[in-house]
């Protein structure tokens, strides 16, 4: 797969997982980027995508595949958008989640489930480097249960 079409893939994968746990953005495209490289890093499906990648001297991958549109973006069903200079992700309204991650599955024919993309977006809004193969979504839920939802930007669970 091509390395503008992985890009796309992740990029909407991350939109996907972050709005259905309903986080709405407010954070700049730096906080991103640091939010991003905790969350890829310990991704389990990350090796599915050699093309994105984070650190060493192309490291703008992540405005790479949010800001770019590439020829495989104008069917996105999950997608980013600029408020202002922080960015938010968005879900089109036609398609329920699931349906968008078997989309994405079928885009990429690749093995990544709507629970995998909840995970890395889970890791992406909590800002913390995993350190479990998928516990990732189960710690930040049991996290923002309690009373410090307000810790997370954009939070809105």
């Not at 800001?67 to 960015?87: C, H, I, K, N, Q």
């Not at 992700?89 to 329920?96: K, N, R, S």
């Not at 889970?122 to 990732?136: K, L, Q, T, Y």
Request: hydrophobic share 40%; glycine share 14%; proline share 5%.
């Amino acid at each position: 797969m091509l390395r503008d079409k992985q890009h796309a893939i992740v990029g909407q994968g991350l939109a996907l997982g972050c709005a259905h746990l309903g986080w709405t953005g407010g954070l700049s495209v730096l906080d991103m980027e640091d939010h991003f490289a905790a969350a890829w890093t310990g991704w389990p499906r990350r090796a599915l995508f050699p093309g994105v990648f984070v650190g060493g001297a192309d490291n703008n991958d992540w405005t790479n595949f949010i800001m770019v549109r590439s020829e495989y973006r104008p069917g996105r069903r999950a997608f980013w958008t600029d408020r202002l200079g922080s960015w938010a992700p968005q879900l089109d309204e036609g398609w329920t989640p699931q349906e968008i991650a078997k989309l994405l599955g079928s885009e990429s024919q690749l093995p990544v489930t709507f629970d995998d993309w909840l995970d890395l977006g889970a890791v992406f809004i909590s800002g913390v480097p995993r350190v479990d193969g998928g516990a990732g979504r189960r710690r930040l839920l049991r996290w923002a249960n309690r009373s410090s939802r307000a810790a997370i930007p954009g939070w809105q669970g």
